[in-house]
């Protein structure tokens, strides 16, 4: 049989990653999916990681996992890092991912004030937070990374993307801070940097933490925490001072550039500014025709062009979980078009 091998090219060489070694540069992306009741991950959220892992993902990232404070969120199927048995559960997980030759990354979450009311808890008021409410949600961060290398993870991720609490810091339009949390790009990083710092002094020194940000909002595609790359740079060095080792540019569509001037996507400044190794992701693969495709093309450019090192598949995992395997076995017939009924399917 013909394979595909040479279509997927560099996407299907290993890399190592801050010093973790990957069989491949496939990243599952971090996908939230209500099925983890009291915030524990049952057994059937360690198989369907695992049956990422066992079909090609080279690293899994989570979830977002909340941390261990009232305020990340309410909700109740929403996996937690430091409830009860939560460890246990995420134990099974990275056991079950290991044992199909996978890697896997916890993915840590606040959610900071964006929120919908539900039944039973008042309607939602944001306040600024004091800096002893920073500490607070800092030394949470903290704590969940510590359980997270006791849990067997190989990465820890820090969500500070899509308008959730660290990207609330990041963006001028929610902080309206007068102190040192506000005002220019240093100090909207200044709390971000923090968490990164606590993160990262409760990892080996080998485990990499990533650090995912993004221009969008879930709520404002059209949105931007940096105006230009000099801005995305003074927002980024402080992150990067603070340990992160591994950037992840969450974007709608990876081909998008976005300053003027530039085909670059966010991952490409990212790593051009920074020299870290970085996570690209958005639309990647959604129909069967993609891994022969013109866009095919335009992301193993970006990779042999040195613009990111990994590619993260968001959507079209949920209805495929061996997308990566039929890719390269040139199965392309055996792939389903990403619908968004996929996202009510669970396996
Ligand atoms: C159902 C669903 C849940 C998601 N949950 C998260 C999440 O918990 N954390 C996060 O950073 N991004 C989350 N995302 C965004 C994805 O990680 C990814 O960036 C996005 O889907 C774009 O990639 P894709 O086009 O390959 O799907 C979610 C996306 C979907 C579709």
Same mark, same amino acid.
């Given at each position: 049989?013909?394979?595909?091998?040479?279509?997927?090219?560099?996407?299907?060489?290993?890399?190592?990653?801050? *010093?973790?070694?990957?069989?491949?540069?496939?990243?599952?992306?971090?996908?939230?999916?209500?099925?983890? @009741?009291?915030?524990?991950?049952? @057994?059937?959220?360690?198989?369907?990681?695992?049956?990422?892992?066992?079909?090609?993902?080279?690293?899994?990232?989570?979830?977002?996992?909340?941390?261990?404070?009232?305020?990340?969120?309410?909700?109740?199927?929403? @996996?937690?890092? /430091?409830?009860?048995?939560?460890?246990?559960?995420?134990?099974?997980?990275?056991?079950?991912?290991?044992?199909? *030759?996978?890697?896997?990354?916890?993915?840590?979450?606040?959610?900071?004030?964006?929120?919908?009311?539900?039944?039973?808890?008042?309607?939602?008021? @944001?306040?600024?937070?004091? /800096?002893?409410?920073?500490?607070?949600?800092?030394?949470?961060?903290?704590?969940?990374?510590?359980?997270?290398?006791?849990?067997?993870?190989?990465?820890?991720?820090?969500?500070?993307?899509?308008?959730?609490?660290?990207?609330?810091?990041?963006?001028?339009? /929610?902080?309206?801070?007068?102190?040192?949390?506000?005002?220019?790009?240093?100090?909207?990083?200044?709390?971000?940097?923090?968490?990164? *710092?606590?993160?990262?002094?409760?990892? +080996?020194?080998?485990?990499?933490?990533?650090?995912?940000?993004?221009?969008?909002?879930?709520?404002?595609?059209?949105?931007?925490?940096?105006?230009? +790359?000099?801005?995305?740079?003074?927002?980024?060095?402080?992150?990067?001072?603070?340990?992160?080792?591994?950037?992840?540019?969450?974007?709608?569509?990876?081909?998008?550039?976005?300053?003027?001037?530039?085909?670059?996507?966010?991952?490409?400044?990212?790593?051009?500014?920074?020299?870290?190794?970085?996570?690209?992701?958005?639309?990647?693969?959604? /129909?069967?025709?993609?891994?022969?495709?013109?866009?095919?093309?335009?992301?193993?450019?970006?990779?042999?062009?040195?613009?990111?090192?990994?590619?993260?598949?968001?959507?079209?995992?949920?209805?495929?979980?061996?997308?990566?395997?039929?890719?390269?076995?040139?199965?392309?017939?055996?792939?389903?078009?990403?619908?968004?009924?996929?996202?009510?399917?669970?396996?």
């Amino acid at each position: 049989m013909t394979t595909t091998t040479s279509l997927l090219g560099p996407l299907t060489s290993p890399a190592t990653l801050a *010093g973790l070694d990957l069989r491949n540069r496939f990243v599952m992306a971090p996908m939230t999916r209500f099925r983890s @009741p009291g915030g524990v991950p049952t @057994p059937e959220v360690a198989a369907y990681y695992r049956r990422r892992a066992e079909n090609g993902i080279g690293l899994v990232v989570t979830e977002g996992v909340l941390v261990g404070h009232r305020s990340a969120s309410h909700e109740t199927t929403v @996996p937690r890092m /430091t409830a009860g048995a939560a460890e246990d559960g995420w134990r099974r997980v990275t056991a079950e991912v290991h044992a199909a *030759g996978g890697r896997i990354a916890a993915q840590l979450w606040h959610l900071g004030s964006e929120r919908e009311p539900v039944d039973g808890y008042p309607a939602w008021t @944001p306040a600024t937070m004091s /800096t002893a409410d920073i500490g607070t949600i800092v030394a949470a961060y903290a704590e969940a990374a510590r359980v997270a290398v006791r849990a067997g993870f190989d990465a820890v991720e820090i969500h500070a993307a899509h308008g959730y609490l660290l990207d609330e810091f990041l963006w001028p339009h /929610t902080n309206r801070r007068t102190d040192r949390y506000g005002g220019g790009p240093a100090g909207r990083a200044a709390f971000p940097a923090e968490v990164v *710092g606590a993160v990262r002094a409760e990892l +080996p020194a080998r485990m990499p933490l990533i650090v995912r940000f993004s221009q969008f909002k879930e709520r404002d595609y059209s949105a931007r925490i940096a105006a230009s +790359p000099d801005e995305l740079a003074s927002l980024l060095a402080p992150l990067v001072s603070a340990g992160a080792d591994v950037l992840h540019a969450s974007q709608r569509r990876f081909w998008e550039p976005v300053f003027d001037g530039s085909p670059l996507n966010l991952a490409g400044w990212a790593k051009r500014i920074t020299g870290l190794p970085t996570i690209t992701v958005g639309s990647v693969g959604l /129909t069967r025709s993609f891994p022969v495709s013109e866009s095919m093309d335009r992301l193993v450019a970006g990779l042999t062009g040195g613009d990111y090192d990994l590619v993260a598949l968001g959507r079209i995992l949920l209805g495929n979980p061996a997308w990566v395997r039929l890719a390269e076995e040139g199965r392309l017939d055996e792939i389903r078009d990403y619908d968004k009924s996929h996202e009510d399917t669970y396996f």
